[in-house]
């Protein structure tokens, strides 16, 4: 099992990015055993549809959830229909949320928690 958090960093040390597709990296971690992967958002200077790119590049990499601060209708719905869990309004260090994760602590999202273009300034 494998999870997908936005992060300002290329790291465990990171902070969680509050935006999902314009956010700089993504970690992916095997929560069981903290190893990760580092992956670039290429979408992250899309002029538009960066959550709908972004969401749809992480639907084939074996995620089962995503953590991040926000995400907006567009992404949410891509990944949710990959059958992708959504967990969002986290803050704080990656390896924090994933150990929240981890715990139980973290409660799953029903519904995006921000309107479209949030990312840009525009929501």
């Known amino acids: 099992m494998k999870i997908a958090v936005s992060a300002n960093g290329p790291g465990l040390d990171a902070e969680v990015d509050p935006r999902f597709g314009r956010c ?13 992967e580092v992956i670039n958002n290429l ?4 002029t538009g549809g960066a959550g709908i790119s972004t969401a749809q ?4 990499k074996g995620i089962e959830t995503v953590i991040t601060g926000n995400c907006g209708p567009n992404a949410y ?13 986290i803050s704080g260090k990656v390896k924090d949320a994933v150990i929240g ?7 799953v999202s029903m519904h995006p928690n921000v309107t479209m273009h949030f990312g840009t ?3």
């Open 101 to 107: 994760y981890k715990s139980g602590k973290l409660l």
């Open 121 to 123: 300034g525009g929501g």
């Open 77 to 89: 719905q891509v990944l949710s229909a990959a059958g992708i869990k959504v967990i969002t309004g």
């Open 24 to 36: 700089q990296y993504f970690i992916l971690v095997d929560p069981d055993d903290m190893n990760f």
């Open 43 to 46: 979408s992250n200077m899309a």
């Open 57 to 60: 590049s992480l639907t084939n």
